[in-house]
């Protein structure tokens, strides 16, 4: 998956989750997404809103009331749903899934298979502030997702980071995809 389709589709928080649900086959009406997600109806709607502006959704044509629309997945939403499915279920966990619900933490976790500078990371998102990227980090540090060493061979060390644990499972999810 392209770095730039991964941002603009977890910048939503609930994207991941409807992509996968739709793939799993829970019928693509509000309601049913609505209560498989457990999100509060206007983070849900965005989220379904951001989808469709993607082209991973579109209104299912001849289904469903004009108040209360079914959709489904576009031919590029199918596979999209089909990685989005891989990352949820790397992250079982309730709580685990709060964290990947977070903007930058998949595109964060796709970047990180092997050791990065913090610059490398900055660059290979180019629209991630130093402040997000810094807050991110710290926040999959304390999650144990990634791991923070400090590379010490040149004459300045710096720190690099690495996805571990839950986060090097989210990497490769993603990463099959690619």
């Known amino acids: 998956m392209d770095i730039t389709i991964l941002v603009k589709l977890t910048s939503r928080a609930w994207s991941l989750n409807i992509l996968a649900l739709m793939h799993a086959g829970t019928p693509g009406r509000q309601a049913p997404l609505l209560a498989a997600t457990s999100a509060s109806r206007t983070a849900f709607v965005q989220s ?11 209104r299912n044509p001849g289904h469903g009331h004009p108040l209360r629309p079914e959709f489904r997945l576009t031919p590029d939403g199918e596979s999209v749903a089909e990685t989005a499915s891989r990352i949820v279920n790397a992250v079982p966990d309730d709580n685990d899934f709060a964290l990947l619900r977070r903007s930058w933490t998949a595109p964060i976790l796709a970047l990180t298979d092997r050791p990065q500078r913090f610059s490398t990371l900055k660059s290979g998102l180019i629209t991630i502030s130093d402040r997000a990227l810094s807050t991110s980090l ?5 999650q144990e997702w990634i791991r923070r060493d400090i590379d010490a061979s040149h004459r300045l060390p710096f720190p690099t980071y690495r996805a571990v644990n839950q986060g090097i499972a989210v990497n490769r999810a993603i990463s099959l995809f690619a």
């Open 138 to 142: 710290h926040r999959l540090e304390e």
């Open 48 to 58: 379904l809103d951001h989808l469709i502006q993607l082209g991973f959704l579109e």
